[in-house]
């Protein structure tokens, strides 16, 4: 199983972009897909999940309100929108699928794309 990110890049603060993540998992619709990000010398963050159909997400404090997280079942893919960026949310992006949002960490990882924002 692989899931490939890609999307990140530099941005101004306040500025936006769009993160996606395709899986190789033949039953991706039966999987939980959440974002998590890691900064340099800080843990790694939760950030947002879409559950099975796209109804149901999640939101770390950080993030609510400026990012959206959805997915599209036809591409297996998630995105992650990200608007009002700030210095703050410069990190590594990973990616990662299980069927329960409870146990997410414990699931298939992406390798991570680099999003930096300047001030």
């Known amino acids: 199983v692989q899931l490939q990110a890609s999307g990140g890049g530099l941005v101004q603060v306040g500025g936006s972009l769009r993160l996606s993540c395709t899986a190789s998992?033949?039953?991706?619709?039966?999987?939980?897909l959440g974002w998590f990000r890691q900064a340099p010398g800080k843990e790694r963050e939760f950030v947002a999940a879409?559950?099975?159909?796209?109804?149901?997400?999640d939101y770390g404090a950080a993030v609510k309100g400026r990012f959206t997280v959805s997915r599209d079942n036809t591409k297996n893919t998630v995105f992650l929108q990200m608007n009002s960026l700030k210095p703050d949310d410069t990190a590594v992006y990973f990616c990662?699928?299980?069927?329960?949002?409870?146990?997410?960490?414990?699931?298939?990882w992406g390798q991570g794309t680099l999003v930096t924002v300047s001030s």
């Open positions: 879409v559950t099975l159909s796209g109804a149901s997400t």
């Open positions: 990662a699928a299980h069927p329960s949002i409870l146990n997410l960490t414990k699931g298939y």
């Open positions: 998992l033949r039953t991706f619709g039966r999987y939980t």
